[in-house]
């Protein structure tokens, strides 16, 4: 078989001395291999509840039927799933970002107001302060 032959490949060295050794423990290799996967699977159905996880598979389905978006799925390329999931946190990031600035903004121009305001209001006290001095004089 072809695994046959790559484990043979694998130890070349030990097939030319003995390949009958080498066919032994190829053989009991694989037969230890899958007795042990055998139990393994054995041992998720056993433990794993694959009923009740069966269960609540139906029914979380069965809650996802009413929503009209489909759920998320992975589409198998990373940098797409990323942009999937983050740009529209970013757009969301932004649009709150705009807003905020938009706000400092208005409050800088009523303060740049007020600053004016009150130079304007500080040149005409140095007038006055200057006319009432010169009439005093």
């Not at 790559?6 to 230890?32: A, E, G, H, M």
């Not at 069966?54 to 990323?82: F, Q, T």
């Not at 709150?96 to 107001?113: P, Q, S, T």
């Amino acid at each position: 078989s072809c695994s046959y032959q790559r484990f043979v490949n694998c130890y070349r060295c030990l097939y030319k001395l003995q390949p009958q050794l080498t066919k032994s423990i190829y053989d009991q290799f694989i037969y230890q291999l899958q007795a042990s996967i055998k139990e393994e699977i054995q041992e998720v159905k056993n433990e794993g509840n694959l009923e009740g996880l069966l269960s609540s598979l139906d029914k979380i389905v069965e809650e996802a039927k009413d929503r009209e978006e489909p759920a998320w799925r992975p589409s198998g390329i990373p940098e797409e799933d990323v942009r999937s999931a983050m740009v529209p946190y970013f757009l969301k990031h932004r649009s709150h970002l705009r807003r905020v600035l938009r706000e400092k903004e208005e409050e800088n121009r009523k303060v740049a107001e007020s600053v004016l305001m009150g130079r304007d209001r500080i040149a005409e006290l140095q007038q006055l302060i200057q006319a009432r001095q010169q009439a005093w004089q």
